[in-house]
């Protein structure tokens, strides 16, 4: 089978297409025959060096969300056969044929989605759905700041978000094709935040008084004006750092009663398993009404696993980018 390896750090380019043999599942895991792969910026960041979730490890073979059909499965898996079709987390070698998963981590696919539109569920899903709810506990009525509003979560985000009722979804973008793409898919108020003085036009937005929650994944800069940004009692949801950049925060920047939360899916799927299982059925319930609809910018054969990167690198998607072997 095909598989996706790099053997230094570097440019898309490091991303080199082999043949291995094709894996077979272990006690509680379940062997994935991949219909499609979903690219996420983390694996990006671990090609390039920039140590996420702790590890960039050599060799690498980028993780992702696999959707397809079970091959077979391992000792004690009980909650799926081989034969039915699943969309799992996939830690390492996700990029291949065929893939291993953990049984408890598999989501069985909706007949009404497509292989590609269901690698939307495992992480770039519940990592909205979870920050939202758990990390930012949006009440309804509340306001909402969203960055990096057209990618593989945020596009998610910004329905969720009215899905939950929030009160006013602000979107935050770079680009007038992603500002218009946020717009359409629900965003109250869409902010350019290359220009100079976007989180003025947020605080305009609000009437002065700031946002009750933030979403931010980008760091830097861009996370210092959103702690500004957020009103007394509000919260900041930190789940990513796509600039690569971060900067000291004074413990002052909380002092009006604001909270800081980091945010990383692990946490919930291996510490409140009821939580994610409650949250898997409520997502699949809003996308099956078509509150919540999944976008799919870009569909690759595996052997493009460098332009997929390359797309993501640009930040020129809107929605996921996915490879389908």
Request: proline fraction near 6%; glycine fraction near 10%.
């Amino acid at each position: 089978m095909r598989i996706i390896r790099h053997y230094k750090h570097g440019d898309p380019s490091v991303l080199r297409v082999e043949e291995t043999d094709q894996p077979s599942p272990g006690p509680g895991e379940l062997l994935i025959r991949a219909e499609a792969i979903g690219v996420t910026y983390a694996e990006v960041q671990r090609r390039q060096g920039i140590p996420i979730g702790g590890h960039a490890d050599l060799p690498g073979s980028p993780g992702g969300d696999v959707a397809g059909v079970v091959e077979a499965v391992g000792e004690n898996v009980t909650t799926v056969r081989p034969g039915d079709r699943v969309v799992a987390d996939v830690h390492h070698g996700a990029y291949a044929d065929y893939a291993i998963a953990q049984a408890s981590f598999a989501i069985t696919i909706p007949p009404r989605l497509d292989a590609a539109e269901a690698t939307l569920l495992p992480s770039p899903a519940q990592t909205a759905y979870h920050a939202i709810k758990e990390a930012g506990r949006l009440a309804p009525g509340e306001t909402i700041l969203i960055d990096a509003a057209s990618g593989g979560v945020g596009h998610l985000a910004v329905q969720i978000a009215k899905a939950m009722g929030a009160g006013q979804v602000i979107a935050l973008a770079s680009t007038p094709a992603k500002l218009e793409f946020a717009r359409e898919l629900g965003a109250d108020v869409v902010i350019n935040y290359t220009d100079e003085d976007w989180d003025e036009q947020v605080k305009l937005a609000t009437g002065g008084r700031g946002v009750d929650v933030v979403l931010e994944t980008v760091g830097g800069d861009v996370l210092d004006k959103c702690i500004q940004l957020t009103a007394p009692f509000g919260r900041v949801v930190f789940y990513g750092s796509a600039s690569g950049t971060m900067h000291r925060i004074h413990p002052l920047a909380f002092a009006r009663a604001k909270t800081f939360t980091g945010f990383a899916l692990y946490a919930m799927l291996y510490n409140k398993p009821e939580a994610v299982a409650a949250g898997q059925a409520d997502l699949l319930q809003m996308i099956l009404s078509g509150a919540v609809r999944p976008v799919v910018h870009a569909r690759l054969g595996i052997e493009e696993a460098a332009k997929a990167h390359e797309l993501m690198e640009s930040r020129a998607q809107l929605g996921k980018i996915v490879l389908v072997p």
